[in-house]
């Protein structure tokens, strides 16, 4: 446990405010990112204004945006992990075979983080790359993740409820969704019916290394028009499990 005095108050505020930038709010003002983080304004102004002055941050006189240079953070932590060097050439593989996009993610909180993908087209309206995160809740991938918790440890991280709502299609009432993730967890993978965006389904297994442990998800991501959701199985399930297998023999 690290003492509350060996800390650094104003780097965790700085982080927290760069959190808060995301696919959805790529673009925000002092009182938004005040309101996101749970910062008062003057502390985010002082954290926005030196992420710019660093060159971390874009700032219009009223805006902010995060410039690339952030990504180095990001490219940092992915360049130290294995997984992702373990499993791209396998996804180039498998996506390859299929024809459809593949990717991996892991689990972080209450969120999907992806460390590698392979994409053959377009499947979202937003471009998916290692460091995206999407909610787990709604996602085949966060599925398979949440699903290999423990249940209490899963229900915590749903919390009351209701979830937020991606689509008409969205689980939102959180004991739909851990009676969702009984099936997942009996039958040993998810299938998401256009949860997460409209005209897009998927498929996911969990990634297990060789001790057995679940250590991220792998999926498929297709447009609706090309199969069905009940066709997903069928079709995709064997390259899945033969990929994850191929895997945990990998994977220490």
């Known amino acids: 446990m690290i003492a509350e005095r060996d800390m650094m108050g104003g780097l965790a505020k700085g982080l927290a405010v760069i959190e808060t930038f995301t696919a959805a709010s790529p673009r925000q003002s002092i009182a938004e990112v005040a309101a996101a983080s749970g910062l008062d304004r003057a502390t985010a102004r002082r954290c926005l204004l030196t992420l710019a002055h660093h060159g971390y ?10 410039t690339p240079r952030v990504l180095r953070l990001g490219t940092a932590c992915l360049a130290t992990m294995p997984l992702p060097q373990i499993v791209q050439p396998l996804l180039d593989r498998l996506s390859e075979e299929i024809g459809e996009s593949s990717s991996v993610s892991i689990l972080d909180g209450a969120e999907i983080v992806y460390v590698a993908r392979a994409a053959q087209q377009k499947v979202m309206s937003i471009a998916l790359m290692p460091g995206s995160r999407l909610p787990a809740h709604c996602t085949s991938m966060g599925r398979v993740l949440l699903a290999a918790l423990p249940e209490a440890e899963a229900r915590a991280l749903l919390g009351p409820g209701p979830l ?4 008409k299609q969205t689980l939102t009432d959180p004991e739909a969704v851990l009676a969702e993730l009984a099936r997942v967890r009996a039958q040993g993978h998810a299938v998401n019916d256009q949860e997460i965006e409209i005209g897009l389904r998927s498929i996911a297994v969990p990634v297990l ?18 199969a069905e959701a009940a066709e997903l199985p069928a079709r995709f399930l064997p390259q899945l499990l033969r990929a994850q297998a191929e895997l945990r023999a990998m994977l220490r």
């Open 57 to 66: 941050a874009d700032w219009d006189g009223k805006f902010f945006t995060l």
């Open 164 to 167: 937020p709502a991606r689509t």
């Open 209 to 226: 290394n060789a001790r057995g442990q679940v250590v991220a998800a792998l999926n498929v991501g297709l447009s609706a028009a090309r």
